[in-house]
Each structure stands twice: as C-alpha cells, then as structure tokens.
C-alpha cells in the first residue's frame, strides 16, 4: 500500500450530508480552502435518505414554546432544554439559508389546495402537536442534499474527496507533542488508488451521519457505521447516551425492500397502525399503548409494534391509509408510493405490511450547540453529535434541524477562533505519514464479512428494541472478544474499506452495550426489562463514556 504527500486546508470536514456540506459552504464564504472527505459518492448519506421533512417553527398559530415542549415530552426528561431552545429558535434563519442556496419545499398550491397556495405544506408527525415539518414531497433530504451539492461544487475553495474513507483523527497527543491535545486532520483511504493520505487542518468537523448498520435491520444506508462516533472515542471526546437508538417503527416489510422506510408522515396524515387477524380483517391497536394512539412518540410506537408481533406471532403489522384516494398520496408521497406500487402494494388499495428497524442515535459525541466537543480543534455535527436536543427519544423531523442549524454554529464558533486554532495547527513535518509497517495483504477476508455479520445479529438479539440484563451481558462477553480480534487484525493486515468500517462498528456496537448497562432504569429508547421504570434521579442525567488513555 502506497502513501502520499500531506493535503493542507484550513477546514477539514468528513461527511457529506447535510451536516457536512451546510458546514463547508458557512467556512468557504471567508475564502478560506475546505476539504470535504466522503466515503462513497457525494450524495451518499444519511441526509438523502430522509423522507419526511425537517420541523420549524414557521406558521403563525405555532410558537417556539410549543415546538419545545413537543421535543421535551418526546425526550424522556432527558433533554437539554436550554440547548434544545437555542436549536428550535435558530430553526427559521437555517431553513431560509436552505431556500436561498436553492431548496424547494413543496407548497399548498402544488398538492392541490387554492387557499394560501403559496404557503409551504406542512406536515404532521409523531410527537408533534402542530403541522410544522416542511418537506419536499415524501422525498425532502434528497432535495435538500441537491442544493448543497449545487452550491458546494460552485465554490471553487471547497474540494470533495469521494470514495476517501476516514480511518482516525490526528491528534497532537498521539505524537508526544508539547501542549493540550488538540485535532488537526485525519488519516483517510482513497480507495479508488489504494492510497492513504493525511490531511491537515486547522479545525475538524466531524458530520460523518449515524449507526444503523451496527443492527441487522437498519432503514440507514450501508455507508452508517458509526464512524464519527468511533473516532470521536478514540480521539479522547466524551461520548454520550449511546443506549439511546430509535428504531423507526415503520420500514417497509418485503423480501426484497426490507430497508426501505415508511415516512412517519403518513400516519401525520391519518394511517393507522393494526395487526392482522387469522380471518384476514385487520384490528388498530396503538390505542392500548398511548392516548395520541398511532401518532404516539416514536419509542411508543416501535415497542408496540414489536409487543403485537410477539403476541400474535406474525412477522408484521400493517399501516393502514386507504382512507385517503389513490390522486392525494400520488401527489404527496409520490416516491413512497411508487416503491410500494413496486413491491406488488397499492397502498390506496390494502395496507402497508411494516417492521420496526434501526434508524437515528440520539446520542453521539458530547458537544454544546456549537458543536464544539471541547478538544480544540474538532467539533462534531449532525447525527454524529449529541447536543442535548433529542434526549431518550428523537421527535421526528427534529433530526434535519439540529443538523442545518448546529452546522451554521459550527461554522461561527471557528471563525471566531480560527487565529488561535491557526496558530496551532501542524507542519506537515510533524506529522507521519501513514505507515504499514508489517502489515500483509489478507488471505481471509471471510474473517471480517464473519465478525460483521455476528455483530449485526447479536446487536439485533440482545440489544435492541427489548433489553434484558442477561442479554446485555452477553452481548458484552461477545463484543470484548471480538474487538480483540478485529484490533488484531487491523495492525496485522492491510487496511481495506470493510476493515475500517467493522472496526468502526465493532467500537460502536461496545458503546451502546456499555451505556445500557450503566442506565438502571427504563427511560425513552432504552427499554429493560430489568428496570422497568422511569427513575427520577435520572431526570437529566446522561450516560458519558471516555477512552482512558
């Protein structure tokens, strides 16, 4: 394996979501060079897959008060509500920097509806008590990573790095140099040349999206190993609430479309959950688990789908929205629509057989809203971050805007240090190039599609929807040995994209095992049956794990 010269920016950022790219055009308007590392193409990210919209406060009979205490309620009193204030009213100003840079949320006017045609359409999902959530039809983070792409390639001081896989933080600290530990680049695998290269920078925003494919079942593409998170770790950041995984309770349930999400929005507008009877009729019955009955929190509504399917046996429960004519979902959920028309489902006709699945982590590398993780130097952003907005439980749609305003802030809180973090950035002869040292091409790749696909499943088994103490405990046996393992095989061969990524969720899988047993309670997305109950005197406490080094 070949190395290269050092790459000098002044901004590094790895990911290209939303998160990501919203960063890099903030730091390029200073004219200053920014890197952008992505692992695959471009537009492969978390931020594409996102269907059902991003929640603002933007109508008159809405208020940032409301929005909060929806968040609040959703989170479990697990919530910052000082930082989660601060997200929901900077919300407006990063959505109208959306629109300015090209994005377009679909209006009235074009689902058909003459009174204030020109107003944006906005949605209702789970949690919420208001319409609030803009979207572009059933498609919104798609629209919104095109216009982040447009303007991103229109600046000529931004460069993206596709298919450059991020592998570790360079830190001062790992090379004995004088001074606090602090972030200036990362090493990273171009894998179209077999090439590591180092980057430098003066400041590093991690926005590298989430951990769905830690669980066999995921609605996240398979570029979501957790990667930010696992760097963060080994970086020295503080690393919170990882027990915390929402599982979207709604992923399309099909042989070949299991990944496949069903938007939340749908139940926004009028679907309802039920289960099947053996004579083939259909029962609702999200009314036995919360009042707002299928328009219950996502938590609610992922343990109760999964409570039905072990009760009845079956290997899903149903969506029903056949209330509403074939012409009105064509019109507002054309894509969702049209994947189901694929898959043999008319879903003005019969409805939506659906599964729970992994699909947001409310946790992540502990940061303030400017995403500063208090290493100097690096900050973290989008999914990969945790600033106290989501607490146990994410309320939908509050995800896209924690990721367009945090990045903004990111953005703001670097300018305004860049002359110290300038000052302290590294010469590219103080930095080692990467080494391989003794390391060999690998003869037995089986070993890392093996321990990828042990890890997925035991995650799936023992530490998802459903927790148990003995199935942590097992699932933390099982993880110990094979980060051994995978440690040992990272320095005794080759880097390859697929040993990164299992390292990265091997490092993951440990963390989210080790926050659920230190949480002796049942609080949100953290449900064990060990621990029934919500204790009080975890009211505002979060779960924070730190490398010892």
């Known amino acids: 394996m070949k ?21 890099a055009l903030a730091l390029a308007a200073s004219g200053r060079r920014v890197g952008v590392l992505t692992k695959r193409s471009v537009d492969e990210c978390n931020t594409r897959c996102a269907q059902g919209g991003i929640a603002c406060v933007t109508d008159i009979g809405d208020s940032f008060e409301e929005h909060l205490q929806d968040t609040l309620t959703a989170g479990g009193r697990l919530c910052d509500p000082e930082a989660a204030m601060t997200i929901i009213q900077a919300g407006p100003a990063a959505v109208q920097e959306l629109i300015e840079i090209g994005t377009r949320f679909t209006t009235r006017g074009e689902l058909g509806y003459e009174q204030d045609s020109d107003a944006f359409d906005l949605g209702r999902e789970g949690g919420h008590h208001k319409r609030r959530v803009l979207h572009a039809g059933d498609i919104t983070g798609a629209e919104i990573e095109r216009a982040l792409i447009a303007a991103c390639r229109g600046k000529s001081n931004i460069t993206i790095f596709e298919n450059h896989t991020a592998i570790d933080l360079i830190m001062t600290g790992h090379f004995g140099l004088p001074g606090k530990n602090r972030c200036c680049g990362a090493y990273a695998l171009d894998s179209d040349n077999n090439v590591v290269k180092t980057f430098l920078a003066a400041s590093v925003i991690v926005a590298c999206g989430g951990i769905g494919k830690v669980y066999l079942y995921t609605s996240n593409p398979d570029i979501s190993c957790g ?20 599982f979207h309770p709604t992923i399309l349930y099909h042989p070949t479309e299991r990944s496949f999400l069903i938007s939340e929005a749908l139940r926004g507008e009028g679907a309802v959950l039920k289960y099947r009877e053996s004579d083939g009729s259909y029962r609702e019955f999200m ?5 707002m009955k299928s328009l219950a929190p996502r938590d609610v509504v992922a343990r109760a789908i999964d409570n039905e399917m072990k009760r009845t046996g079956a290997e899903c429960v149903y969506l029903d929205i056949t209330h509403l004519s074939e012409e009105r979902l064509r019109l507002r959920f054309p894509n969702i629509f049209q994947r189901c028309l694929e898959a043999g489902i008319n879903m003005a006709e019969e409805p939506i057989p659906v599964v729970p699945a992994a699909h947001f982590l409310c946790g992540g590398v502990k940061t303030d809203t400017n995403g500063y993780t208090g290493i100097t130097g690096l900050y973290a952003v989008g999914e990969s971050g945790c600033t ?8 939908a749609s509050n995800s896209l805007l924690e990721a367009a305003v945090v990045s903004k802030a990111a953005a703001r809180h670097i300018e305004e240090c860049y002359a ?3 000052h302290l950035r590294l010469t590219p002869e103080q930095v080692p190039v990467w080494v391989c040292g003794n ?8 070993l890392i599609s093996h321990n990828w696909d042990e890890i997925r499943r035991f995650m799936w088994d023992y530490v998802g929807i459903f927790r148990t103490n003995k199935r942590l405990e097992r699932a933390q046996a099982r993880i110990k040995l094979l980060r051994k393992e995978i440690e040992k095989y990272y320095w005794d061969f080759l880097i390859t994209t697929d040993l990164i990524e299992l390292r990265n969720i091997a490092t993951v899988a440990e963390l989210i095992i080790e926050s659920a047993l230190r949480r002796h309670e ?8 060990d621990y029934p109950y919500l204790d009080p005197e975890w009211d505002g406490k979060d779960t924070i794990i730190k490398r010892n080094f």
């Open 388 to 395: 106290g907005l989501h607490g146990a439980n994410r309320l």
């Open 522 to 529: 049942s609080r949100g997305l953290n449900y064990n049956a």
């Open 420 to 422: 110290e973090l300038n």
């Open 439 to 446: 390391a060999t091409d690998s003869d037995e790749r089986v």
């Open 227 to 246: 990667s930010g998170v696992a760097m963060g770790y080994r970086a020295g950041a503080a690393i919170a609430n990882m027990e915390f995984i929402q």
């Open 3 to 23: 190395t290269t010269k050092t790459l000098e920016f002044d901004h590094l950022i790895i990911g290209s979501g939303l998160a990501g790219l919203n960063s």
């Open 287 to 291: 009314h036995k688990y919360h009042p």
